[in-house]
Nanobody, 116 residues
Framework: QVQLVESGGGLVQAGGSLRLSCAVS????????IGWYRQAPGEQRELVAT???????NYADSVKGRFTISRDNAKNTVYLQMNSLKPEDTAVYYC??????????WGQGTQVTVSS
């Protein structure tokens, strides 16, 4: 079992920055990759960024150059640094873990609101 707790969301003006955190506990040695996803009202949940156990990263085109995903293995925490935020980045942001046995775990989400 893996447990995820996201934090760091909030209200920010366009052009501002936020850093989201995803604290992971439980069977952390079984983790293959961790990702951030987001879901805006009335929209489907979409991939934002992922990072593998080997440190490889992947980003949605809409956030490339503005968002950075990173991990601190000592703290079992994954971060999403979000810069140059836009109103269209407004969404609930979720952390998702993929284990080596292909099981998925989701966090509860954290709200990010970007005002224009």
């Amino acid at each position: 079992q893996v447990q995820l707790v996201e934090s760091g969301g909030g209200l920010v003006q366009a052009g501002g920055s936020l850093r989201l955190s995803c604290a992971v506990s439980g069977s952390t040695r079984s983790i293959n990759a961790i990702g951030w996803y987001r879901q805006a009202p009335g929209e489907q949940r979409e991939l934002v960024a992922t990072i593998t156990s080997g440190g490889n990263t992947n980003y949605a085109d809409s956030v490339k150059g503005r968002f950075t995903i990173s991990r601190d293995n000592a703290k079992n925490t994954v971060y999403l640094q979000m810069n140059s935020l836009k109103p269209e980045d407004t969404a609930v942001y979720y952390c998702k873990v993929l284990t080596i046995s292909n099981r998925y775990y989701w966090g509860q989400g954290t709200q990010v609101t970007v005002s224009s």
